[in-house]
C-alpha cells in the first residue's frame, strides 16, 4: 500500500487543520491507520490510531480531546482533525498502515506515507 499525507501547514495557535491520508495499492479497509508526529530532537510518536472498521480508536494523551481521527474506506483516505493547535504540535506529521488492526501499537505499523508539516505559532 502506498500513502501519501496532505493539509499541513502553518497555523496560529488555537487554530485547526485537517489532515488527509490517500491510500493507493491494496484498499485501506484491509488495514488499521494511525497517525504519528515527530518534532525536532524527539521520537517519532503514535498519536492516532483508528481500526479497519472505524469502530476502535486510540488518542495519545496529548491529543485527547483536540484530535479526532477518522476513515472513509471508500475513498481510502484517512482524516486528521486537529483543533486547538498549540505550539507543542508543531511536527513533521506520518500517516501509517498496519496489517495487523493494533491501532494502539505503534510497533505494528508497516508501511508509511511521507510527511507533512505543521507549524504551530504562538
Known amino acids: 500500500v502506498q500513502l501519501q499525507a496532505s493539509g499541513g501547514g502553518l497555523v496560529q495557535a488555537g487554530g485547526s487543520l485537517r489532515l488527509s491520508c490517500a491510500a493507493s495499492?491494496?484498499?485501506?479497509?484491509?488495514?488499521?491507520m494511525g497517525w504519528f508526529r515527530q518534532a525536532p530532537g524527539k521520537e517519532r510518536e503514535l498519536i492516532a490510531g483508528?481500526?479497519?472498521?472505524?469502530?476502535?480508536?486510540y488518542y495519545a494523551d496529548s491529543v485527547k480531546g483536540r484530535f479526532t481521527i477518522s476513515r472513509d474506506n471508500a475513498k481510502k483516505t484517512v482524516y486528521l482533525q486537529m483543533n486547538t493547535l498549540k505550539p507543542e504540535d508543531t511536527a513533521v506529521y506520518y500517516c501509517?498502515?498496519?496489517?495487523?488492526?493494533?491501532?494502539?501499537?505503534?510497533?505494528?505499523?508497516?508501511?508509511w506515507g511521507q510527511g507533512t508539516q505543521v507549524t504551530v505559532s504562538s
Open positions: 495499492g491494496r484498499t485501506s479497509g484491509s488495514y488499521a
Open positions: 501509517a498502515a498496519d496489517r495487523n488492526n493494533h491501532p494502539y501499537d505503534p510497533q505494528e505499523y508497516d508501511y
Open positions: 483508528i481500526s479497519r472498521s472505524g469502530g476502535s480508536t
